[in-house]
């Protein structure tokens, strides 16, 4: 490096910290220790699971971080990092991979120093070791080491739930035909050293898949003759999905109905299998085994080593960077699970004189947004028989519904501060009286009536008559439209909360009394986007409760350019991925989940999301008002 170029890369650092407070001495010997390397567009320069050998000072150009699996297909960015930042600091003082993918955005010119430069380096100069310890110990880099050694045994395995499918399943898995008989497909399955088999008709299109269970419960069992064709014993109900789903939603999909393999199709045409095996090698306890333990379980001790086992799985997801919208469909799901197993121990018996009954979720769990500190929000909804009155059918319900909501605080899921639960009377109504209630609520709405929209319109069948859920769905959605006012108000009250940043960038603090210095990422943040996206949903005809969903549905009915949907459902999701790395974090170290952070404790990475996200709730409610309020009522 010639000499005026070195002088100019000081004088570069210099403004930089921690350059700014360090010996110039030691500026001097690691510029000459560094050399210059130029990237061109759309070159990886670190990957996932390949160790770091090299800290990068970005001279000239942008390099993008792309969540895992952004590779192939999607690239979906968590940030860019510009002129004068450097990467991965945090990787190479832990000694470890990065989790992410780091690419040029288009031709860059970087700064090289090797590992051991930076180990001299942190070795010579106290403010710079002090710096990169200080950077390594912010809050997320503190988590993932909870994480690692939480998994420790496990650190070498990569679970899959980001990636498409295409690149997780099995191409071409054995097949067998319909009309082929039993024996046949089974001396082909133990040639191949299979345990399962895709029975498929000529052209590709799967007919169901044949295993050893069935094999078991089909076949040996009932005693069926093995010259009999393999269509009469296959399973028919399996799952299908397209290579260009996620490893999610094949979770999602395995949950539902506890099978163990998602066939691959397009165009009805068989193109791979996914075991659950593949999916989930990373986890002591998998999600479908989790799931299959709730379904069988006859106790509340047994659904509560389940709740248990939920925690640990959806921890070794926060430890892999899977999306937060992901894990908290994926808890939502389990506890749905573990709420539907509970309703039926303690409801299944009862005698409810024939009426149709249909409880429903609420709030976050009505959204399919639960975290880890999530309190119980639910309802009760009934039809009557003939002869039968609705108090008389409420007296019957209240008692239960009052053991369940018990039941479901035993099992870690707490009792609503606001009584908003099934054995409160106010929760326990009939079709009519839900009918008149937000009757009520949308023609006089009050700022009591305000906030109940917020709870009670997300609401989502999870036992029962699902008929009763759908139909007041829909008679709300006919009721809701074109009602002016309601929205003018419901909007009004949405914007009584704003993003907390400031003219310059910066971030409006708290002096909370138990967290002073904090921003409450939870209703200043995640609840801009929830709030938003239910006006939206409802002023669209969109019949969905999650808010990405309803964001990404409202944007397509309403002809939002793609780039600020996408925007704005990507900022929702780093919000609820912080807020859950957050709450877990407390959890793990003995203390409460909360929603209260310091985002200047956050690592630069991080906080630079945070307060882009912020200014996306930002620009989404400026939206809001600009569609509810900016008009004549």
Not at 27 to 42: G, T, Y
Request: proline share 4%; hydrophobic share 40%.
């Amino acid at each position: 490096m010639h000499r005026h170029e070195a002088n100019e890369l000081i004088l570069e650092l210099r403004r930089r910290n921690p350059f700014d407070r360090m010996n110039e001495d030691h500026i001097r010997w690691l510029v000459k220790h560094m050399d210059l390397v130029k990237f061109p567009q759309d070159t990886i320069i670190i990957s996932p699971n390949i160790p770091c050998d090299s800290l990068y000072f970005i001279h000239q150009g942008v390099i993008v971080i792309e969540a895992m699996g952004g590779v192939t297909e999607g690239k979906r960015i968590l940030a860019e990092l510009v002129d004068g930042e450097s990467f991965p600091l945090e990787a190479l003082e832990e000694h470890r991979s990065v989790l992410s993918y780091w690419r040029a955005k288009s031709d860059t010119l970087c700064y090289r120093v090797s590992s051991d430069v930076f180990e001299k380096l942190k070795s010579k100069s106290t403010v710079f070791a002090e710096f990169c310890k200080y950077r390594a110990a912010s809050f997320f880099e503190q988590s993932r080491r909870a994480y690692r050694l939480h998994f420790s045994h496990q650190s070498e395995e990569q679970q899959l739930l980001n990636i498409s499918l295409s690149l997780i399943m099995r191409p071409n898995p054995p097949t067998a035909r319909p009309k082929q008989a039993i024996k046949e497909v089974l001396t082909l399955m133990q040639v191949l050293g299979e345990e399962v088999i895709v029975v498929a008709n000529e052209d590709g299109r799967p007919q169901g898949l044949f295993t050893l269970r069935d094999l078991l419960h089909n076949v040996v069992i009932p005693g069926v003759n093995l010259e009999n064709s393999i269509d009469e014993v296959i399973n028919v109900t399996f799952k299908t999905l397209p290579p260009t789903a996620l490893g999610y939603e094949a979770a999602l999909a395995m949950i539902e109905d506890g099978s163990s393999h998602i066939v691959v199709i397009e165009d009805q045409r068989l193109q791979g299998i996914v075991s659950e095996k593949e999916l989930f090698n990373l986890q002591r306890v998998s999600l479908t085994q989790i799931s299959s333990e709730i379904r069988s379980a006859n106790s509340l001790e047994l659904l509560k080593r389940s709740f248990r086992d939920i925690l640990l799985v959806t921890e070794a997801m926060l430890i892999q960077g899977v999306r937060a919208d992901q894990i908290t469909q994926i808890i939502s799901s389990l506890n749905d699970q573990i709420f539907a197993r509970t309703l039926e121990l303690e409801m299944g018996e009862e005698d409810f004189a024939g009426a149709d009954v249909c409880w429903m979720a609420l709030g976050s769990e009505g959204r399919l947004e639960q975290t880890f500190a999530t309190d119980q929000d639910n309802a009760l909804i009934f039809r009557a028989p003939k002869g039968m009155t609705d108090e008389a059918i409420r007296a019957r319900l209240l008692p239960v519904a009052q053991r369940v909501n018990r039941a479901l605080d035993d099992l870690g899921f707490p009792l609503c501060k606001g009584n908003i639960m099934a054995g409160n009377p106010a929760c326990c109504l009939s079709f009519n009286e839900w009918q008149k209630k937000f009757e009520e609520w949308i023609e006089k709405p009050s700022a009591e009536a305000l906030l109940n929209a917020s709870i009670f319109f997300d609401f989502r069948h999870l036992y029962g008559e699902v008929k009763l859920s759908d139909r007041l769905r829909s008679w709300l959605a006919a009721k809701v439209t074109g009602n002016t006012r309601f929205f003018h108000l419901l909007t009004e009250n949405t914007l009584n909360r704003t993003p907390p940043i400031g003219f310059f960038r910066d971030f409006i603090l708290e002096d909370h009394e138990e967290h002073p210095k904090t921003i409450d990422i939870k209703l200043n943040g995640v609840t801009l986007f929830v709030d938003a996206a239910r006006i939206y949903a409802l002023a669209s005809g969109v019949t969905r409760s999650n808010t990405k969903q309803r964001l990404m549905a409202a944007g397509d009915v309403r002809k939002w350019p793609p780039s600020e949907t996408t925007a704005c459902a990507e900022a929702f999701s780093f919000l609820q991925s912080l807020r859950v790395r957050h709450q877990f974090e407390l959890q793990r170290n003995g203390s409460n989940p909360h929603n209260r952070l310091n985002p200047y404790e956050l690592n630069n990475l991080d906080r630079k999301a945070l307060l882009e996200s912020l200014r996306q709730a930002g620009k989404l409610q400026k939206r809001l008002s600009k569609d509810f309020l900016i008009r004549e009522i």
